[in-house]
């Protein structure tokens, strides 16, 4: 009946084929790295770096030993949830912006757990639920406005970012700060803080809470009804609505679910960031977690096990950066890492370039099939 | 152009349009569509190319058309060989196809979807020059559509008719028609193939895909058949029978049911499957619809204050032109669109107002006319689109509501058998289905659900003479145990057949119920066409 009776050697041929088409996402993903990093050699030879140097002192700076390696995941931790809040909701179908705004939240909620004494890790587990429910309230604002009254997510995120930045800004001067120490809030209580994994780095046990978050996510979206629903609404509002399916539902879970997210990128960045375990006034530990996010989950395919190398791979390219600036005869500066993050997402977006993938692949073909012809004779004309 | 072609393979010489030479084509995910597959056009003929669903037929025409690159072989013209990287090139090289899944832009109106299919860089749009050959061509093809409505907005028949005059205003030497009657009443049908019949005399190459053997026999000059991506025969319509045409249609392991189809609709009696359809046993009633009225995307009044009753064991038919309320009706029906006014019922309980999933509780299933649009999640598997609707069943969920993907698969996997669905396995996405499979899907999805009311709409749409009896049989014998089925259908013969009451729908409203027996297709004509017939 299917029309798969081919010659065993035909098979393994489209084996070979199945499994390169299969890995295409992850490879244009990396052909994207690619490019962003010769894009940034490009910039930092045109200004009179040395680009070898800089990205052999990122690359040692980012998994060169034990302790670059902690820093990186550290890095990676925060975006890890950040990305998810903006994958989740693009597999529903928006563009949640507002990562970034809820991350605020969720932080700012975390650090009222000092407020109270629980014993050590009943208190740690408080704090996780007052960031996640913070910044999932804090995402209803732009989904009910959606939903009521047909606000576009994009505008509305971006306007609840701006609240909650300044919110967070009052909260941290005036209603958290610490008296003894003004320029910051008070600090997390031992019995609240994310344990350390490895002494002297930034590294706790946030991460497992990340991988784990995670992995629910993938489990809610792609084993669960109600994560069947949210995909199908968001690749087929029409057809998923023909099945029953409420898009409002969907709609406002995905916004929760995402608000989550970015409330626990608030506690690991304050709960589980030594040595302050604490925000400081001006936020300069969470500015634009919120936005890199964006950057991790386009290039992690939007899925979540995607999302946590990319994350790692951003968290790389952040911690490494900080060891590029300070190197020896040539020093780069750290904004030459956004760039290449920006070229990153950029060659991401750009369709030509994936599109470049399978021409290659075509190109590649079409020479070994000349190849193995060995020039026939011309057939055309004469 | 050079007239020095001097191949000597080439026996008919330059007698071609175009040739398609040993082409194979294989798909990323190792489906087959097409081996060694040799085909050739010539002016001034139309050529059928039939095949199974899944045979490869809109494969062979996208390359043709310069959609898809052949894994294997080549195109060649008189010329030499040609090789488009966009169908913009073959559309100036002169090929036009009419693509079984349109290409349209929804938000455009008709016109400027016909106007873009003319772009060019840097030439200003002309919507008035375009308008004006619109309307010349729709009165000469007898298509009409509605020239300024978003095509989204209108019904599937609609669209199909939109499609056919964007290419067939495209000066094109060959054009390449993907089940394009599918959705066409027969009026529309004869009419369009009035005008192809034209063009053929012109000088035009023409290709025509369809399923239904009696176009094959009244228009096409020669046929060309494919089974599983070969072609098995290229005969000229003059040295074949019926009966070896038949044979060419289904395969030689003609199962009776398909050989039964293709005896009776080659016969000239309009009602031939009612023939082995047993007297209806009318049970209760199922649906009950009141004065209903439905408001239109373009229309105030879609439906106009319809009435009627279907009840169990019973095929109740809706015959009509596509566009004249068949559409809101049905998504009036099944909670995809609000009632103006009027009441529905289902065993007695209000419909109306209820969103699809509390209608599907209550024992429906819908086979929606836009398989695209409202059927298929088309990046979804195979098996994700087998439970949509259903995926909050029991049966597929376990704790937590974590979906059973062993249960599902089991369950795709007997639907693939029973409806004999082509595809590599669960997880090919829905959109590597072949037009016909896609279609199978759907109905074997809802007619699996053995509801205790089925509302279809076009339900063997694309479908192979094959299939398209099997699911025939299916809604027959659903009917006599019991079930309640509407069916919306553009296909005459298909709802005078099966119906045991035929409505005939004009402008939101019912020209006549009436049995089968009672109506000759002259009549449903006009009726159809909004003229009454009195007696
Ligand atoms: N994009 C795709 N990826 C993988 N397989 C595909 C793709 N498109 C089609 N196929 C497979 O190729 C085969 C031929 O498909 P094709 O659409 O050409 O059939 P068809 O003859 O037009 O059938 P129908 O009458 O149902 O429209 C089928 O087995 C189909 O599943
Ligand atoms: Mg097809």
């Known amino acids: 009946m299917t029309t798969t009776d081919v010659r065993p050697r035909g098979r393994w041929v489209r084996g070979v084929h199945r499994t390169l088409t299969g890995l295409h996402p992850a490879l244009e993903s990396v052909l994207a790295a690619v490019v962003g990093l010769l894009v940034g050699a490009v910039l930092m030879y045109i200004w009179g770096y040395d680009p070898w140097r800089a990205y052999w002192a990122l690359l040692r700076g980012a998994f060169g030993g034990d302790y670059e390696i902690a820093s990186s995941i550290a890095r990676g931790v925060p975006l890890i949830f950040t990305a998810l809040t903006f994958s989740i909701c693009l597999r529903a179908g928006m563009f949640n912006i507002g990562a970034e705004g809820q991350m605020y939240i969720g932080a700012a909620a975390a650090v009222c757990v000092a407020y109270f004494q629980l014993p050590a890790g009943l208190h740690l587990f408080v704090g996780i639920l007052f960031a996640a429910v913070a910044g999932a309230v804090w995402s209803l604002g732009p989904a009910l406005l959606k939903l009521t009254r047909g606000v576009s997510e994009v505008i509305s995120t971006i306007m609840f970012n701006w609240i909650s930045r300044f919110l967070v800004f009052y909260l941290v001067a005036f209603v958290l700060v610490d008296p003894r120490q003004a320029q910051r809030t008070v600090r997390i209580p031992v019995s609240a803080r994310f344990p350390i994994l490895v002494q002297g780095t930034d590294l706790s046990y946030a991460v497992f809470m990340a991988v784990a978050f995670a992995l629910l996510v993938y489990v809610v979206l792609w084993h669960t009804a109600v994560g069947y629903e949210v995909r199908a609404a968001g690749l087929t509002p029409t057809a998923a609505r023909y099945g029953g399916i409420s898009i409002k539902r969907t709609m406002l879970l995905s916004f929760a679910l995402g608000g989550v997210a970015a409330g626990l990128a608030g506690a690991a960045t304050t709960m589980g960031l030594p040595p302050t375990f604490a925000i400081i006034s001006g936020l300069p530990e969470l500015m634009n977690l919120g936005f890199d996010g964006m950057a991790v989950a386009m290039v992690g395919r939007n899925h979540p096990i995607g999302i946590l190398f990319a994350a790692l791979f951003f968290g790389g390219l952040n911690a490494g950066g900080r060891v590029m600036q300070f190197y020896g005869s040539n020093p780069v500066p750290l904004e030459m890492v956004r760039v290449v993050m920006g070229a990153i997402v950029l060659a991401m977006a750009i369709p030509e370039l994936i599109r470049l993938f399978p021409a290659l692949a075509e190109a590649g073909r079409g020479l070994a099939r000349t190849i193995a012809r060995r020039k026939p004779a011309t057939e055309e004309g004469a | ?535």
Do not use: C
């Not at chain 2, 938000?107 to 772009?119: I, K, Q, Y």
């Not at chain 2, 049911?257 to 293709?262: L, M, P, T, Y």
């Not at chain 2, 095929?315 to 309320?325: K, L, R, S």
């Not at chain 2, 993907?405 to 693939?416: E, F, Y």
């Open chain 2, 1 to 535: 152009m050079s007239q020095t072609s001097n191949r000597s393979d080439t026996e008919k010489g330059d007698g071609y349009f175009l040739r398609a030479e040993g082409i194979s084509k294989i798909y990323s995910d190792g489906t087959v569509a097409l081996r060694d597959a040799t085909v050739e056009l010539r002016p001034g003929e139309i050529v059928g190319l039939l095949g199974e669903n899944g045979a490869g037929k809109t494969t062979l025409t996208k390359i043709l058309s310069g959609l898809l690159p052949p894994t294997r072989g080549r195109v060649v013209s008189p010329r030499g060989q040609v090789k488009f990287a966009s169908p913009r090139e073959a559309l100036d090289f002169g090929i036009g196809m009419v693509h079984q899944h349109f290409a349209l832009v929804g938000t455009f109106t008709a016109v400027e979807n016909v106007a873009l299919s003319h772009e060019r860089p840097f030439v200003p749009l002309t919507l008035s020059a375009t308008r004006e050959r619109l309307e010349g061509l729709m009165a000469e093809s007898g298509l009409k559509v509605p020239l300024d409505v978003p095509v989204e907005k209108l019904a599937v028949g609609e669209q199909q008719r939109v499609e056919i005059l964007k290419v067939l205003s495209q000066n094109v030497n060959l054009l390449i028609l993907d089940e394009p009657t599918s959705v066409l009443t027969p009026l529309e049908v004869d009419e369009l193939f009035k005008l192809l019949r034209r063009l053929r005399d012109e000088g035009k190459a023409i290709v025509l895909i369809t399923h239904k053997l009696k176009e094959v026999g009244s228009i096409t000059d020669r046929v060309i058949v494919l089974r599983k991506g070969a072609v098995v025969g290229d005969v000229q319509m003059a040295e074949v029978t019926k009966e070896e045409l038949a044979q060419l249609m289904v395969g030689k392991e003609i199962g009776t049911r398909a050989a039964q189809a293709v005896e009776l609709s080659t016969d000239a009696i309009p009602v031939p499957i009612s023939r082995h359809k047993e007297e209806a046993k009318r049970g209760s009633g199922v649906l009950h619809v009141e004065n209903l009225s439905v408001a239109g995307d373009t229309k105030s009044k879609a439906v106009d204050g319809l009435t009627f009753d279907v009840f169990g064991g019973e095929i109740f038919g809706i015959a009509g032109v596509e566009g004249n309320g068949q559409t809101e009706l049905v998504e009036a029906l099944t909670g995809l669109r609000p009632a103006m006014e009027g009441t529905a019922t289902i065993h007695e309980k209000n419909i109306l107002g209820l969103d699809p999933r509390q209608i599907y509780k209550l024992g429906v299933a819908h086979i929606p006319e836009d398989r695209w649009v409202l059927g298929l999640v088309l990046p979804f598997t195979l098996a994700e689109n087998a439970i949509l609707g259903v995926h909050r069943w029991e049966e597929f969920r376990g704790p937590l509501s974590i979906l059973r993907w062993g249960k599902i698969n089991a369950h795709v996997r007997a639907l693939m058998e029973r409806f004999e669905i082509q595809a590599t396995g669960p997880s090919a996405p829905a959109k590597s289905l072949s037009g016909g499979n896609q279609q199978k899907l759907i109905v074997g999805r809802e007619l699996a659900k053995d509801p205790a009311i089925v509302i279809a709409s076009q339900p063997t749409r694309g479908l192979d003479v094959g299939a398209a009896q099997y699911i025939r049989d299916t809604l027959v014998e659903m009917r006599d145990r019991g079930r309640a089925i509407l069916l919306v259908s553009a296909d005459l013969d298909e709802v005078l057949a099966l119906s045991d009451r035929v409505a005939i729908m004009y402008e939101g409203k019912f020209m006549a119920v009436a049995r089968p027996e009672e109506l000759d297709r002259q009549k449903v004509g006009m009726l159809m066409g909004g003229v009454g017939v009195k007696g």
